[in-house]
């Protein structure tokens, strides 16, 4: 068997506690390794919070640019290039993935992109995505795990290829007549902005709840708001 590299910390998963805890323990002198199977910094800055309200911030103009009458301001005819809104958004994230790397480099913990498994006890088998493998001991090892969009077992709807909020993230076209499923916090964000440019824009849960009982009513009055802009 081949010999493991040692660490003083193992961390599988980049993401909020992952990233924060590989950089005290780096930087206190621990050699410290993560390993990422992706998204740099975890799901946060790549394609959940951050973006979502990158393009929210988006929306928000193109709000008040369809009300400016309102204000005494002419801009007519107000248009959306979603083309454009993507890659202010994916602008944002490469700085925040800089912004990620330059913190391994200053303290020294190790960022290894790939996947890891556990082999025997405090020891994993890294499948870098460059095709390699490693073999990596830890004196301690931590788990940052994270999570994945599912889709609700109706019959036709993965037919259907319904968006995920990471597809959602990357698309340059703006639905009509938008659906959100659920109402956790990445599809919050993402159908917010999203209503701005929607005919018609509704949310609902796998429970069968009434939305209007469940969703706070600042949201309702949101939507009614971006009814009058589509």
């Known amino acids: 068997m081949v010999e493991p590299e040692h660490f003083d910390v193992l961390i599988i998963g980049s993401g909020q506690g992952g990233k924060l805890l590989a950089w005290h323990m780096a930087g206190s002198g621990h050699r410290t390794a993560v390993i990422e199977r992706r998204w740099i910094g975890g799901s946060c800055p790549n394609i959940a919070c951050m973006p979502s309200k990158n393009v929210m911030w988006s929306a928000r103009v193109a709000h008040l640019a369809h009300h400016a009458g309102q204000f005494g301001i002419v801009a007519d005819p107000v248009e959306t290039d979603m083309a454009a809104v993507l890659q202010r958004k ?43 493998t490693r073999l990596l001991a830890g004196e301690r090892v931590f788990l940052n795990l994270g999570s994945h969009a599912a889709i609700p077992g109706i019959p036709g709807l993965e037919a259907a290829r319904p968006l995920t909020h990471v597809r959602r993230s990357n698309s340059t076209t703006c639905p009509r007549i938008w659906s959100c499923s659920e109402e956790g916090m990445s599809a919050s964000n993402w159908h917010r902005p999203i209503a701005v440019s929607a005919a018609a824009s509704v949310s609902w849960r796998s429970d069968h709840s009434s939305p209007a009982g469940k969703i706070p009513t600042s949201r309702m009055q949101f939507w009614r708001c971006c009814a009058t802009t589509a």
Do not use: C, W
Not at 109 to 123: C, D, H, N, Q, T
């Open 90 to 132: 994916r602008d944002m994230v490469n700085r925040e993935i800089e912004l990620h790397l330059q913190n391994y480099r200053a303290t020294g913990a190790e960022l290894i992109m790939g996947s890891g498994r556990f082999v025997a006890p405090k020891i994993l088998e890294a499948h870098l995505n460059d095709g390699s």
